[in-house]
């Protein structure tokens, strides 16, 4: 009798108790990001100067904070199991890296080193595809675990740029987050980790800058060996 009063207690009233039977449904989605890129410095680099003599010269470049972007975007999910779900979310991305560029071999008149800055901002076109698990619901709410890809389109960038970005990027997603049903809509709060794929950065913007003067600088980075991290918390409204 005690155990039954217990398992009562524990119990509420669901809000949408059908709707995880949905075979398929829309909904709109917005959120924060925050991207980080890890960048290799080349070293050394020989220059020639305009009157044939050759110069060594030390220029070094670090994204030296995160800053918070924001995303919008909608989705579409299709239902495949108790358990299982799939998940389609167009959006747009839109973010702000900040890089600093300290030139060690030419100095002011203090002798501190020549620093150049650039705010790179960003427009992504994304399409993220995603496998949902979720646990089993309890009351109005459903935990979950995700993982997925997410292909990117660039949408910034000009020849004017010490650093430009590629066109097109690819991300590995993975991530949690949980189901919490209101009276008249579900909400969905999560947090994900992604990943670059592919490097990030064009290389053949080097061939194509206009300022000729800020070719030490675009040279300093090896794009090769550069990732692109990114966390977001994003909410879903279904």
């Known amino acids: 009798m005690l155990f039954s009063s217990i398992m009562a207690q524990e119990r509420t009233v669901e809000n949408k108790p059908y709707i995880d039977l949905r075979p398929f449904h829309f909904g709109v989605l917005v959120g924060t990001h ?39 975007g909608v989705l579409g999910e299709a239902r495949l199991g108790k358990h299982f779900a799939f998940r389609v979310a167009p959006a747009m991305y839109f973010g702000t890296r900040h890089f600093t560029f300290l030139n060690h071999t030419d100095h002011l008149e203090d002798g501190s080193p020549i620093i150049m800055q650039q705010e790179m901002k960003s427009a992504y076109i994304s399409t993220a595809c995603d496998l949902i698990f979720s646990a089993v619901r309890f009351n109005n709410h459903r935990p979950y675990l995700m993982a997925g890809v997410n292909p990117m389109m660039n949408l910034s960038g000009s020849d004017d740029d010490i650093l430009r970005l590629k066109r097109f990027d690819c991300y590995l997603e993975i991530g949690m987050g949980c189901d919490f049903y209101l009276p008249f809509f579900k909400l969905r709060p999560e947090l994900k980790f992604g990943y670059s794929l592919t490097s990030a950065l064009d290389t053949s913007h080097a061939q194509e800058i206009k300022d000729k003067n800020m070719l030490i600088y675009t040279n300093a980075v090896k794009s090769d060996h550069s990732r692109t991290k990114f966390i977001a918390l994003t909410f879903y409204f279904e």
């Open 34 to 72: 925050i991207q980080d890129m890890e960048l290799q410095n080349v070293g050394p680099q020989l220059i020639t100067n305009e009157d044939g003599t050759i110069v060594e010269k030390l220029v070094t470049c670090d994204q030296d904070r995160w800053d918070a972007g924001f995303t919008v």
